[in-house]
T-cell receptor, first 110, second 115 residues
């Protein structure tokens, strides 16, 4: 099976940098994805790491280390609109489904 | 270009009733997945439809069933509703290419409340 653990809540101020961690236990997977979900909204895709290392997309970066069973999402120049829940997810080998982490609620204050 | 659409937005049912939720995938997508998201938790995979057949299924009882139509739209049916079925039901679509399943496009969801 697969399990992905995330901190339940992270707080930060506008303009700051925050890192959301994801530790996982899985027998095999294609890569690590990150999704953002605002209250009452749909999850939206942010980034994907197929290989170890850092992927950068604008203010967001994502990192994966398969040897450490660990990944993170880095958000820079935080804005109030970044307040949302963030989920890491993996697609297990041989499957088309996504398995989501426990989710991290990010609160950005002025 | 319309994204993934779902109907209805909200639904209230009582225990034992049956419910049907609907989803239209993003244009150009032929694969539809359904997820259940309980409050404060991550989405849980229910099943996936491709070419009008259920291709994969998560750990959900047979009370949960679905259908995909020739135009790729899909329905989720839940019979004999339980209080624990109260959740946000999300539909996600993707094109049927291997790498695309890592980036799924989600609809706004249907909020189901079972009383």
């Amino acid at each position: 099976g697969q399990s992905l653990e995330q901190p339940s809540e992270v707080t930060a101020v506008e303009g700051a940098i925050v890192q959301i961690n994801c530790t996982y236990q899985t027998s095999g997977f294609y890569g690590l994805s990150w999704y953002q979900q605002h209250d009452g909204g749909a999850p939206t895709f942010l980034s994907y790491n197929a290989l170890d290392g850092l992927e950068e997309t604008g203010r967001f970066s994502s990192f994966l280390s398969r040897s450490d069973s660990y990944g993170y999402l880095l958000l820079q120049e935080l804005q109030m609109k970044d307040s949302a829940s963030y989920f890491c997810a993996v697609r297990p080998s041989g499957f088309q489904k996504l398995v989501f982490g426990t989710g991290t609620r990010l609160l950005v204050s002025p | 270009d319309a994204g993934v659409t779902q109907s209805p937005t909200h639904l209230i049912k009582t225990r034992g009733q049956q419910v049907t939720l609907r989803c239209s995938p993003k244009s150009g997508h032929d694969t539809v997945s359904w997820y259940q998201q309980a409050l404060g938790q991550g989405p849980q995979f229910i099943f996936q439809y491709y070419e009008e057949e259920e291709r994969q299924r998560g750990n959900f009882p047979d009370r949960f069933s679905g259908h995909q139509f020739p135009n790729y739209s899909s329905e989720l049916n839940v019979n004999a509703l339980l209080l624990g079925d109260s959740a946000l039901y999300l539909c996600a679509s993707s094109p049927a290419t291997s790498g695309s399943y890592n980036e799924q496009f989600f609809g706004p969801g249907t909020r189901l409340t079972v009383l």
